[in-house]
Structures are given as structure tokens and as C-alpha cells.
């Protein structure tokens, strides 16, 4: 199997895979006792978790394991151009979702059984919106052989 390097990559490809990296190290740091704050607070899922990933962001184990997830899509999307550009736009359009309903739930029911708080919400409309626009702006050019983002 040949190695990968990064000038074999499209532009889209590396905002992939730089979005779905990032979203493995939030996954896994919200395990990490200190750099989640009350950590003994983590719960499985509910508004009754109060563990904040950098003693702000609401996280739960499910949160986490979203994390992760989103992560191992985003590294696997990047492997192709139409794959990462979903990914993006995709993702993205979840994220804006998800900021949505954290406007409009009762942040104390069992609504928020993500859990959401309001620096979860404007990290949601920023990581929706630069998702969105990475998938665009990445795209928007071609080389010669009609790959996306690649030499621009």
C-alpha cells in the first residue's frame, strides 16, 4: 500500500480531514479529567451532566462519542473530493441544526439531551458556518484534470 502524502491531497480533502482530526481530539479530550471540568459530573447523556470541556462546553459521554464519530467520518471523507466536500456542506448543515434547537429547547429539560449550553451554541453557529464555507471556498476552483481545490 503506498503512503499518502499531503500534494496528493485537494484543498477540500485537507479541510476534511483537519475538521474530522480536530473532532477526534475534542472526543477524546472530554474524557480527560482536568481539561474536562467536573469530571466526576460526567453522565451518559441529559442535561444532568455538568462536565465542561475546557470549563465551558456542556459534555456528556453520548456528546463525546458524537465527537468521535464526526471525527472518523471527517477522516474518512477526506479519502475523496465529493466525499469531503459532503462532508462539509453536510456537516455543516447538521451543526446549524443543532445550533437551532439549542436556541429553542429548554436548556433544563429532557429536551437537552445532548447537552447543550449557550458557549455550545455559539460554537455550533461558528463550526456550522465555517464547515459550510470551507466545503465552498475549497471547491470553488479546479486544476487542469478537474479536481476540486487542488493547486489553487
Do not use: C
Not at 456542506?89 to 429536551?111: E, R
Amino acid at each position: 500500500m503506498q503512503a499518502l502524502r499531503l500534494g496528493d491531497r485537494s484543498k477540500v480533502e485537507l479541510a476534511a480531514a483537519a475538521v474530522g482530526a480536530t473532532f477526534l481530539l475534542v472526543g477524546i479530550l472530554g474524557f480527560i479529567p482536568g481539561i474536562t471540568g467536573n469530571f466526576d459530573q460526567l453522565k451518559l447523556a441529559g442535561n444532568e451532566s455538568d462536565a465542561k470541556l475546557l470549563g465551558l462546553f456542556k459534555v456528556s459521554v453520548l456528546h463525546n462519542i458524537v465527537h468521535l464519530l464526526f471525527g472518523v467520518v471527517g477522516l474518512a471523507a477526506s479519502r475523496s473530493g465529493a466525499a469531503a466536500k459532503a462532508f462539509l456542506l453536510g456537516g455543516g448543515l447538521v451543526y446549524l441544526g443543532l445550533w437551532l434547537y439549542g436556541l429553542v429547547i429548554d436548556k433544563d429539560s429532557t429536551a437537552n439531551f445532548v447537552p447543550v449550553n449557550t458557549a455550545d451554541n455559539w460554537l455550533h453557529l461558528g463550526l456550522g458556518a465555517a464547515m459550510i464555507a470551507a466545503g465552498l471556498v475549497t471547491t470553488k476552483y479546479s486544476d487542469a484534470r478537474g479536481r476540486p481545490g487542488v493547486g489553487t
